[in-house]
């Protein structure tokens, strides 16, 4: 209840006098202003009654027998619960000495006898009202001590004025000082790490000199080495006249939350097969780097890094040895960057709150194998190029899985802020662009972007939406080349290429733009065409009483793939009325690499129409014998260059001569691709090779040049001339 409102009746006072007429004399004039009386007539008596009714003061006596009012003041008073409670002292000794005697046992006033009933009546009830005020005030802070202590929260206060500091129990309690220690800032600041001490006392002298009137703060404190605690701040600053300022806070103990939190951010930023920063981190740093950079007229630079080739690796040794990989490169990459920061979160990068922290170097990884960095510390290029070399160096250094060694290299691209882009995702974009440049070079090198890189990706780009157009516009035609049966001396099949003729800039060849249309998401659209236009075709030729010839086409990787290629199959076939023996598919061996098992159930279903299937090219991938055998091929492509080289040299002649053979057992159509000179001709005639295509005969040619090809027959006089 307020002090204010209280009236006597709510007040028990215990009066204590061995002389009777004194103590009647009290309680009467006490009890006639309204208040409760109990009474005691000695010392001991008077802690007993104490004890049982717990009054709201105590009048007492200070000379009687035994126990003398003097105990009785220290006794009562050394209770823990008594700090506050008012004893007044009666006193027909007016000596200073026993006045000084009573408040140093705790008296907390006097009055003098003979009592005065008003002078009693007035003082016994300023003293009530005084001491409920304390008690209230003492509750009120017991109660705020708690929630801080609930809270976690501690407060403080800075005088700037008297250069004193006041700090709540709470606050001395979460820096592990005793709850009443008079904490000074050098205590505090001592708990610092000295990074962190210079980082906090440049972001307040920051906020004074900006006139700010409030901060938020985070940051890491060393109560004991073993527990450090991570605490927010948040302050309110008042500018005084003088100059002076005050400054109020909180400190909130947030080493828990953060625990949790930094579990989240673990998850939300960082890559859990390498424990790299992911994209997301990337991004954010790579914003904030770039904003720094302008602010501070700095450079940065982002460095891209492909692995070469490392598809190849999830191939041949699975995509666990991949991953395992991945995590070694990773370590060497961030052995390389010589900064274990470049790993860790800014925290200035992901929350506003936090104001300027120094953007650091990042090492991480985008996505597969990829990785970037971020180099903002560097002065001269030459420091760019020196981190590359080093990552790129690491990286080269074999590396063992099982008993297998692996060499990996990379291409790398630059981008240089602010002269390559204005912002992170140009930066990024162009540091692709280069890094592309760097693998169509011949991969395992770096390259800075430039204006004729530049040149380079805006011309593929404007390829790619050109190749859309021709996709949906049909404006791709399909050539046909034809391959030449040797037994027969007939053309009983040929294979369907497809062509492209750019308005502007001519012929463009299927092996640049049909990786084009995969990677733009086109090739299943050209695909799709390409098959009812082959068989359709074909179909034709039937009716017009020329061939029946076999024609195959080309299926990439993503054809493959994708579900649904037998049915699409099957359809053109009904849709065309062609017999399936007449289509044929050729593959390469990198697909048979990729989920085997699905290409393996796409390709046995083909077969199970009775589709012919060809392994393409082969003696260019892995040329591996196993392959014969596990996938259901009807035909084999021995590729060009064994052709080109089987007459030039012997180990290579004797290669092509063993695949033909091993053909025959397998009970395997061969084909010789590429086939352009007599003397290839007469070799693989030599060792009875099935079928031959090549330029020796003929390119590929349009629908009506292949028509009148087969009906005229020029192979005849070509072989006869042979003879
Ligand atoms: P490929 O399937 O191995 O096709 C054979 C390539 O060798 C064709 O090149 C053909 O024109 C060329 N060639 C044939 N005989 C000779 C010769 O005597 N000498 C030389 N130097 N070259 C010869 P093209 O048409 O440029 O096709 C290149 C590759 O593009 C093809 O290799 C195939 O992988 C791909 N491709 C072509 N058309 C298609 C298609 O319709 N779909 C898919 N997915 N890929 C295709
Ligand atoms: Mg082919
Ligand atoms: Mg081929």
Redesign the pocket.
């Known amino acids: 209840m307020p002090a204010d409102n209280l009236i006597n009746e709510d007040f028990l006072i215990l009066v204590v006098d061995d002389d009777d007429a004194i103590r009647f004399v009290a309680s009467d004039t006490l009890a006639d202003a309204g208040f409760n009386i109990i009474e005691a007539k000695n010392g001991k008596q008077a802690l007993d009654v104490f004890k049982t009714h717990k009054p709201d003061l105590v009048l007492l006596d200070l000379v009687m027998p035994e126990i003398d009012g003097f105990q009785v003041c220290e006794a009562l008073r050394a209770q823990p619960q008594n700090e506050t409670l008012p004893i007044m002292i009666m006193t027909g000794l007016d000596d200073e000495e026993s006045i000084a005697r009573a408040f140093e046992a705790g008296a907390t006033d006097f009055i003098i006898k003979p009592l005065n009933h008003f002078i009693l009546e007035q003082r016994t009830r300023y003293i009530l009202r005084t001491s409920r005020v304390l008690k209230t005030l003492e509750q009120r802070e017991a109660r705020l001590n708690n929630a801080e202590r609930i809270a976690k929260l501690g407060s403080w206060d800075w005088n700037g004025q008297k250069k004193a500091l006041r700090v709540s129990k709470e606050f001395n309690r979460i820096l592990g000082f005793a709850e009443d220690h008079p904490t000074a800032v050098t205590e505090m600041v001592g708990l610092f790490r000295d990074e962190e001490k210079d980082r906090v006392k440049a972001l307040y002298q920051q906020v004074l000199k900006d006139n700010e009137t409030s901060f938020v703060l985070e940051h890491t404190m060393y109560p004991s080495e073993e527990h450090p605690i991570r605490v927010r701040q948040e302050a309110e600053i008042t500018y005084l006249e003088n100059g002076h300022v005050r400054v109020s806070g909180t400190l909130h103990d947030i080493t828990e939350e953060t625990s949790s939190k930094d579990q989240i951010l673990q998850l939300a930023y960082y890559d859990t097969l390498t424990s790299l920063p992911n994209r997301t981190f990337f991004k954010t740093h790579l914003e904030y780097s770039v904003k720094q950079a302008r602010k501070n007229g700095a450079c940065c630079a982002v460095i891209l890094l492909d692995l070469d080739l490392f598809t190849r690796i999830n191939n041949s040794l699975g995509h666990d040895a991949g991953d395992k990989l991945l995590a070694v490169i990773s370590q060497r990459f961030l052995e390389a960057m010589n900064n274990p920061a470049c790993i860790k979160l800014n925290q200035a990068a992901i929350d506003p709150y936090t104001v300027n922290e120094k953007s650091d170097d990042v090492l991480a990884r985008l996505e597969g194998d990829q990785f970037v960095v971020v180099l903002n510390n560097f002065s001269r290029l030459d420091d760019v190029i020196a981190v590359i070399q080093r990552l790129l160096k690491r990286l080269s250094t074999p590396m063992q899985y099982n008993t297998q060694s692996v060499v990996l290299t990379a291409s790398v691209g630059v981008a240089l802020y602010p002269v390559n882009g204005q912002d992170s995702e140009t930066l990024v974009r162009n540091a692709d662009a280069a890094m592309r440049f760097a693998k169509s070079q011949g991969r395992n090198n770096f390259r800075f972007y430039s204006s004729e890189i530049d040149a380079k990706s805006k011309e593929r780009l404007s390829i790619e939406n050109d190749l859309r157009h021709a996709i949906h516009n049909g404006d791709l035609e399909?050539?046909y080349?034809p391959k030449i049966n040797l037994a027969t001396a007939e053309v009983t099949s040929a294979?369907?290429?497809?062509?492209w003729t750019h308005p502007k800039r001519g012929m463009i060849?299927?092996?640049q733009f049909?990786p084009m249309a995969e990677e733009i998401g086109l090739?299943n659209e050209?695909?799709d065409w390409?098959i009812e236009e082959a068989c359709q075709k074909t179909k034709h030729w039937n009716d017009m009483g020329i061939g029946p010839i076999r024609t195959a086409?080309?299926?990439?990787a993503i054809?493959l793939k994708t579900p649904g290629l037998v049915e699409k199959v099957r359809s053109a076939l009904d849709n065309t009325g062609l017999i399936a023996s007449q289509l044929e598919v050729?593959i390469?061996e990198g697909v048979l690499l990729e989920d085997s098992h699905r290409t393996l159930r796409t390709l046995e279903g083909l077969r199970s129409l009775g589709v012919k299937v060809a392994l393409?090219?082969f003696g260019t991938g892995y040329s591996s014998l196993s392959y014969l055998t596990r996938f259901p091929f009807t035909t084999l492509?021995i590729?060009?260059c064994f052709i080109t080289d089987s007459v030039k040299n012997a180990q290579s002649g004797a290669i092509v001569h063993t695949i033909i053979d091993l053909c025959r057992h397998l009970n395997l159509e061969v084909v010789a691709?590429?086939?352009?000179l007599e003397e290839e001709l007469r070799f693989l005639m030599k060792h009875h090779c099935d079928l031959i295509?090549?330029?020796?005969f003929s390119?590929?040619l349009d629908p009506d040049s292949f028509a009148n090809y087969l009906r005229k027959k020029p192979w005849l006089d070509q072989l006869s001339d042979l003879d």
């Open positions: 399909l050539h080349q294979e369907a290429l497809v062509r060849s299927p092996g049909i090739i050209l695909g390409l086409i080309n299926l990439s054809q050729e390469t393409d090219d492509k590729d060009r691709e590429g086939v352009e295509q090549g330029f020796y390119p590929a």
